[in-house]
């Protein structure tokens, strides 16, 4: 029954680990086992850092968590954490050996609350048809075109966040500048990047953190993004803040024309005028 359902599963996973991973569910009686994450996904790059995002739906959790010497099946571990997030218990764990499972207890009355929190899985063992009725969102970390109301939020946000950068900059605060400069304000262009993929394709597979967003642009948009995360310095800092604007003003201005939205070009140049005035002596 398992080698039946393991088929195309083995072909991108380690066996042993696999069979380990298996061998530990039927220890402890699990009811189902499920992988999900990158190891589903063919789009994901292939590499030693591909985690095994493994789900055992249970039936006995409080038994579970009360003795977690079980844990100790899997190997030897450099670090770990526990995680409770709604009805579920995660155990993120890396191992001497360099893998990672990343495995989460839930129990089977609360299947639909793992499924909604996951892109998609592959069902590894199910010998009672617990997933049969459950399907995996596949399109949950799909980015669509934006609404003209999403757009202006965003570049409100963007323009409004910027002059948090420039007060951090005057004040030689490079944590909080460096904070609302990537944190918010790159988030911002990224977010318009992604927009700006989606006004081209329809809605497309960006991933979490925008991961795969640049495999849908010229290797050139890359570069220039790359170039603003430069944060070592003051100097430095005030360099991606003005460079940041440019290109999203310019990314902004393009993405309202294909999609026929309004922007307000005068906020972004009296922003842009704003930075230049007080970071020019800085």
Same mark, same amino acid.
């Given at each position: 029954?398992? *080698?039946?359902?393991?088929?195309?599963?083995?072909?991108?996973?380690?066996?042993?680990?696999?069979?380990?991973?298996?061998?530990?569910?039927?220890?402890?009686?699990?009811?189902?086992?499920?992988?999900?994450?990158?190891?589903?996904?063919?789009? %994901?790059?292939?590499?030693?850092?591909?985690?095994?995002?493994?789900?055992?739906?249970?039936?006995?959790?409080?038994?579970?968590?009360?003795?977690?010497?079980?844990?100790?099946?899997?190997?030897?571990?450099?670090?770990?954490?526990?995680?409770?997030?709604?009805?579920?218990?995660?155990?993120?764990?890396?191992?001497?050996?360099?893998?990672?499972?990343?495995?989460?207890?839930?129990?089977?009355?609360?299947?639909?609350?793992?499924?909604?929190?996951?892109?998609?899985?592959?069902?590894?063992?199910?010998?009672?048809?617990?997933?049969?009725?459950?399907?995996?969102?596949?399109?949950?970390?799909?980015?669509?075109?934006?609404?003209?109301?999403?757009?202006?939020? %965003?570049?409100?946000?963007?323009?409004?966040?910027?002059?948090?950068?420039?007060?951090?900059?005057?004040?030689?605060?490079?944590?909080?500048?460096?904070?609302?400069?990537?944190?918010?304000?790159?988030?911002?262009?990224?977010?318009?990047?992604?927009?700006?993929?989606?006004?081209?394709?329809?809605?497309?597979?960006?991933?979490?953190?925008? $991961?795969?967003?640049?495999?849908?642009?010229?290797?050139?948009?890359? $570069?220039?993004?790359?170039?603003?995360?430069?944060?070592?310095?003051?100097? *430095?800092?005030?360099?991606?803040?003005?460079?940041?604007?440019?290109?999203?003003?310019?990314?902004?201005?393009?993405?309202?024309?294909?999609?026929?939205?309004?922007?307000?070009?005068?906020?972004?140049?009296?922003?842009?005028?704003?930075?230049?005035?007080?970071?020019?002596?800085?």
């Amino acid at each position: 029954m398992i *080698k039946k359902e393991l088929n195309g599963v083995y072909r991108n996973c380690d066996d042993k680990i696999m069979d380990l991973i298996l061998q530990i569910a039927e220890n402890l009686q699990a009811e189902a086992v499920a992988l999900s994450g990158s190891r589903t996904n063919p789009q %994901s790059p292939k590499d030693e850092f591909q985690d095994y995002d493994v789900v055992y739906i249970v039936d006995n959790l409080e038994g579970l968590i009360s003795d977690l010497s079980w844990l100790d099946q899997f190997g030897k571990r450099i670090i770990e954490q526990n995680v409770i997030l709604g009805h579920r218990h995660l155990y993120l764990m890396l191992f001497e050996d360099g893998n990672r499972i990343d495995l989460t207890l839930c129990p089977k009355e609360h299947i639909q609350e793992w499924v909604d929190s996951e892109a998609g899985f592959r069902v590894l063992k199910d010998e009672k048809g617990l997933f049969e009725a459950y399907q995996p969102n596949a399109k949950r970390y799909w980015t669509a075109p934006p609404s003209e109301e999403e757009f202006a939020a %965003s570049c409100n946000e963007f323009w409004w966040v910027s002059a948090y950068v420039v007060k951090g900059i005057r004040r030689n605060q490079l944590i909080y500048a460096t904070d609302h400069l990537y944190g918010i304000c790159q988030q911002e262009l990224l977010k318009i990047l992604a927009w700006q993929v989606t006004s081209d394709r329809g809605a497309v597979d960006i991933e979490k953190n925008y $991961k795969y967003l640049f495999n849908y642009l010229p290797a050139e948009k890359e $570069k220039e993004f790359s170039a603003l995360l430069d944060f070592s310095s003051i100097e *430095k800092i005030t360099q991606s803040l003005l460079a940041t604007m440019s290109l999203f003003h310019r990314e902004a201005q393009d993405l309202a024309k294909k999609m026929g939205f309004d922007y307000d070009k005068e906020v972004a140049k009296k922003m842009m005028v704003y930075a230049e005035e007080k970071l020019s002596n800085h």
